[in-house]
């Protein structure tokens, strides 16, 4: 939680900046406006509570994602070589559901991370959940229609 904080005050710093000088901005004075930025990710790469937190929640994430994955190729295998549908398929919208949520919590980040906006990672965040959601929902009711004689 602190490592977000952190970020959330350099980026919010950042665009302030670069919107405030938009119209005027040259190279140089985009490289100064990205200093907060680069001090937020040096201390959280030399502070090991702040890289911790940080790399816990990434690897969190992508260990659900590809869990979301597996079981959907698990479901998919089991369509072809066993009469589990119904509990490949559950297991699968289960994993994928929890996988595009880890996701999204890691990529919402990211958003704020990179835009400094809350409309920004609130828009992305709708977007990647709705998206993880649908992914399971339908292959959900795949499941329930194979089942259909």
Not at 49 to 74: K, N, S, T
Not at 95 to 117: E, I, M, N
């Amino acid at each position: 939680m602190s490592s977000i904080m952190v970020i959330w005050r350099s980026s919010a710093s950042l665009f302030v900046t670069l919107e405030a000088r938009a119209p005027t901005l040259g190279k140089p004075a985009i490289i100064n406006a990205m200093a907060p930025a680069k001090r937020a990710i040096h201390t959280i790469m030399r502070d090991p509570v702040y890289a911790a937190d940080f790399f816990a929640a990434a690897f969190l994430a992508a260990g659900f994602f590809a869990a979301g994955f597996f079981a959907a190729a698990f479901f998919f295998t089991a369509t072809f070589f066993t009469a589990t549908f119904l509990a490949a398929g559950f297991l699968a919208a289960v994993f994928l559901a929890a996988g595009f949520l880890a996701a999204t919590a890691f990529l919402a980040a990211a958003a704020f991370f990179l835009t400094g906006t809350f409309f920004a990672t609130a828009f992305l965040t709708a977007v990647f959940l709705a998206a993880g959601f649908f992914a399971a929902a339908f292959l959900t009711v795949f499941v329930f229609i194979s089942q259909v004689p």
